[in-house]
């Protein structure tokens, strides 16, 4: 395939990277498979301990370089990066839909996601802004100042193999720190991608070797980021129960971490709703990357004055669905991640009968003609209640409950009552409601939005969620300082030491 040539992949790739070398591990080898086709794209080498040490200390070194840099040369650098993301968007487009699965306009769409990022820490290159405070003793000025923290470890999930780094990757490069990333096993070429875009721009502008690590593997890569000492941040995205051995593993060294997990979100589609919107919102949320996003719409709670007008549409609405192969622009649905994936789709379709859940649009996987894995499923619908067991669990698969309510009240605490707090939405063209569910009695969510969808968030504002969700914040708005280390400041420039709180110490 002509996209892989552009990218520079090969049969057989090296996983181990510090940025301007390649190193060669003794480690297994990662094969990776298209859930498109079933075919082997190719395989990366996994990095072993020797090599990790390797890219750790070439990090560590060029860190000490790297913090020199004034912000905007660095913010240059990354205006360079967007810059041949641009020019290889077509390209690394294809080979996120070809190796994950998400429709060809979503594989675009994350390109263009890490090219508005780059934008943005373009500009955060000239604002990395402290405060000036006043001080209560004379002659004294109090100001703080943010200086960057050493190596950020990212490890990030298969459903946004290359957006979510470069969300960590460029705010934390502008803010003066190396990264070191580990991709997902199940999607490694990406991130072999990337590394040889990066690395161009790298060459050409002489930075120094160890900016951007990459350390592709299998869990045991992950611990040894996530325990060592040397890494002060980890920013780890995917599963809740992968986000608490992490985060137990750095509270345990006393080190940072942004959690960006599990999502299990709504819309409440109001009595008021504007139908069309709230029908265009929730099939998107709900069936995008084939439900593989962590801010799908995966329960509906609907007004009970509406429900069955809502039903009705829906389900007509899935049945012009085209579901196949992703690189076809006409299709809208295309595979889940794996067989394993489709295994969990299948014992949540049962869990939800078992519990009593009807399902108006049947489940099933997709054979046949137009097929060529076993990776293909029927998006599916069922009328559910909130105390379901399967209700409350993330299954990431394009499975929607719907849910009826009464008041708003109920509606709210229905949204609320799962362990998970990433994103939310309420389709209401009533004030009152809207006001109401972004209020502090209201979503419990990190991203709460009205008359959108719950997925297709915007880089400018910051990203993630609370609860099980994890508490990370990544992207836009002050996201930044999760990067840095405030350092308060203060100068005496008069002639006395006088000390604070009016303590005498006389001598």
């Known amino acids: 395939m002509d996209f892989l040539k552009q990218l520079k992949l090969s049969k057989n790739n090296s996983g181990t990277a510090t940025g301007l070398h390649w190193l060669q ?48 040369k660095r913010g240059e650098i990354v205006r360079q990066i ?28 994350e390109v263009q996601e890490m090219i508005d990022i780059c934008d943005f820490a373009v500009g955060l290159s000239r604002q990395l802004h402290g405060l000036t405070m006043h001080s209560e003793r004379k002659s004294h ?13 990212i490890i990030s999930a298969f459903n946004f193999p290359v957006a979510v780094w470069s969300w960590n990757a460029m705010l934390a490069w502008v803010c003066g720190n190396t ?11 990406c991130a072999v991608a990337c590394q040889h875009i990066v690395e161009d721009v790298f060459k050409k502008n002489n930075v120094p070797d160890g900016l951007s690590g990459l350390i592709v593997g299998e869990r045991e ?16 995205t995917g599963s809740t129960r992968m986000g608490k051995a992490v985060a137990s593993a750095v509270a345990g060294r006393l080190g940072r971490s942004i959690l960006e997990l599990g999502g299990n979100n709504a819309i409440i589609i109001s009595k008021d709703a504007d139908l069309d919107i709230a029908i265009l919102g929730s099939l998107f949320g709900a069936v995008g990357t084939a439900g593989q996003r962590c801010t799908t719409t995966r329960r509906l709670i609907i007004h009970e004055s509406v429900y ?13 669905l085209k579901i196949g192969n992703p690189l076809d622009e006409k299709n809208h649905v295309g595979p889940l991640i794996d067989k394993q994936a489709v295994e969990l789709y299948l014992q949540s379709i049962e869990a939800c009968k078992k519990e009593g859940g009807n399902f108006i649009v049947e489940g099933g996987v997709l054979r046949g003609d137009g097929y060529e894995s076993d990776c293909y499923v029927k998006p599916c619908i069922a009328e559910a209640k909130p105390g379901f067991k399967i209700v409350q669990h993330e299954t990431f698969a394009p499975i929607l409950y719907l849910l009826k309510y009464s008041t708003i009240d109920e509606a709210i605490e229905i949204q609320n009552g799962v362990p998970q707090g990433l994103s939310s939405s309420i389709m209401t063209l009533n004030l009152r409601e809207a006001e109401k569910f972004l209020s502090a009695e209201g979503s419990d969510c990190g991203i709460a939005n009205v008359n959108i969808g719950t997925s297709g968030a915007e880089i400018g ?18 996201a930044w300082k999760a990067y840095m280390r405030r350092q308060t400041n203060t100068i005496n420039y008069s002639t006395q030491l006088p000390l604070a709180q009016g303590i005498k110490f006389d001598i």
């Open 25 to 72: 591990s003794g480690a297994a080898t990662i094969e990776s498979f298209s859930p498109v086709d079933g075919k082997s794209i190719g395989t990366v080498t996994s990095t072993d301990k020797k090599s990790y040490d390797e890219v750790i200390i070439a990090s560590q070194k060029a860190f000490k370089e790297w913090r020199t840099w004034p912000a905007p």
């Open 141 to 153: 000025r109090m100001y703080e100042q943010w200086h960057p923290l050493g190596i950020v470890g």
């Open 179 to 189: 990264c070191v990333w580990k991709p997902s096993e199940k999607t490694p070429l």
């Open 308 to 320: 069955n007008s809502i039903k009705e549409k829906l389900v007509s609405a899935y049945k012009q």
């Open 221 to 236: 890569v992950g611990e040894w980021m996530s325990n060592d000492t040397r890494v002060p941040l980890i920013s780890a």
């Open 461 to 478: 504002g910051a990203f993630g969620g609370e609860k099980e969700t994890g508490g990370g914040r990544e992207s836009g708005s002050d």
């Open 82 to 109: 967007g810059e041949a993301l641009r020019a290889y968007k077509e390209p690394l487009g294809k080979l996120v839909s070809y190796e994950m699965g998400k429709s060809l306009q979503e594989g675009y769409g």
